[in-house]
C-alpha cells in the first residue's frame, strides 16, 4: 500500500508558475511510476505526466507543449511537477498516482494502470 500526499496547488495568474509536490509513503518509492493527472469541471480525468523510478519520462505533449516538468526525488519519496507558463485552460484538480513497475512494466498514460491515487490538489489560473 502506498499513501500519496499531494500539495503546491493554488491561485496564479496566468503567465505564471507553480511546482506541485507529491509525498508517498509505504513501501520502496523507486518501484513505482509516479503520474500526474489532472480533471477539469465538468471533464474526464486526463493525464499530464509520468516517471519512472530510474527517471525516465513522458508528457502529454499537446496539453503539456513543453510548459511542464515531472521529476523525483528517490530519497525523499517525493516527485514534483513543475508547471510554468499556465494558462487558465489548466484549471483543474491535480492528482498523483503511482503503479508499481512490476505490474506495469511501461509509463502508462491511462488512469487504470495506476492502483494508488492522492486526493488531489486545485490549481487555478485566473486570465
Known amino acids: 500500500q502506498v499513501q500519496l500526499v499531494e500539495s503546491g496547488g493554488g491561485l496564479v495568474q496566468a503567465g505564471g508558475s507553480l511546482r506541485l509536490s507529491c509525498a508517498a509513503s509505504?513501501?520502496?518509492?523507486?518501484?513505482?511510476?509516479m503520474g500526474w493527472f489532472r480533471q477539469a469541471p465538468g471533464k474526464e480525468r486526463e493525464f499530464v505526466a509520468a516517471?519512472?523510478?530510474?527517471?525516465?519520462?513522458?508528457y502529454d505533449e499537446d496539453s503539456v507543449k513543453g510548459r511542464f516538468t515531472i521529476s523525483r526525488d528517490n530519497a525523499k519519496n517525493t516527485v514534483y511537477l513543475q508547471m510554468n507558463s499556465l494558462q487558465p485552460e489548466d484549471t483543474a484538480v491535480y492528482f498523483c498516482?503511482?503503479?508499481?513497475?512490476?505490474?506495469?512494466?511501461?509509463?502508462?498514460?491511462?488512469?487504470?494502470?495506476?492502483?494508488?491515487w492522492g486526493q488531489g490538489t486545485q490549481v487555478t489560473v485566473s486570465s
Open positions: 516517471i519512472r523510478g530510474s527517471g525516465g519520462s513522458t
Open positions: 509505504g513501501r520502496t518509492f523507486s518501484n513505482y511510476v
Open positions: 498516482a503511482a503503479a508499481l513497475w512490476v505490474w506495469v512494466r511501461s509509463i502508462p498514460r491511462e488512469s487504470a494502470a495506476y492502483a494508488f
